[in-house]
């Protein structure tokens, strides 16, 4: 099983990028989906999750600008983020709570980290 995320990179303050995040692998089910980002020096927060059922929760600060979706057949969760501020300069890693493979049940599963950089 793996989670590969893409889509980060350098981007201008007032623009927009999309990640996205794949699971492969012989997967079942999939739970909850989402995204957290890490600073150095601060502890990883969550920034977006996505139920199964499509229900969403953000975090305040980027409520308004970021949009998380997930397609379900292709095992994918995106992060639409619109209007970057360079506080939102961070590694942002891809997280599944909890997901049935042909080996039983994985939890809490961490994708590698992609980084945003939001310059002025």
């Known amino acids: 099983v793996q989670l590969v995320e893409s889509g980060g990179g350098l981007v201008q303050a007032g623009g927009s990028l999309r990640l996205s995040c794949a699971a492969s692998g012989r997967i079942y089910t999939i739970g909850t989906m989402g995204w957290y980002r890490q600073t150095p020096g601060k502890q990883r927060e969550l920034v977006a999750t996505?139920?199964?059922?499509?229900?969403?929760n953000y975090a305040d600060s980027v409520k308004g600008r970021f949009t998380i979706s997930r397609d379900n057949a292709k095992k994918t969760v995106y992060l639409q983020m619109n209007n970057l501020k360079r506080d939102d300069t961070a590694v942002y890693y891809c997280?599944?709570?909890?997901?049935?493979?042909?080996?039983?049940?994985?939890?809490?599963?961490w994708g590698q980290g992609t980084q945003v950089t939001v310059s002025s």
């Open positions: 997280n599944i709570d909890r997901m049935e493979t042909h080996r039983g049940p994985i939890y809490d599963y």
């Open positions: 996505i139920t199964g059922g499509g229900d969403t």
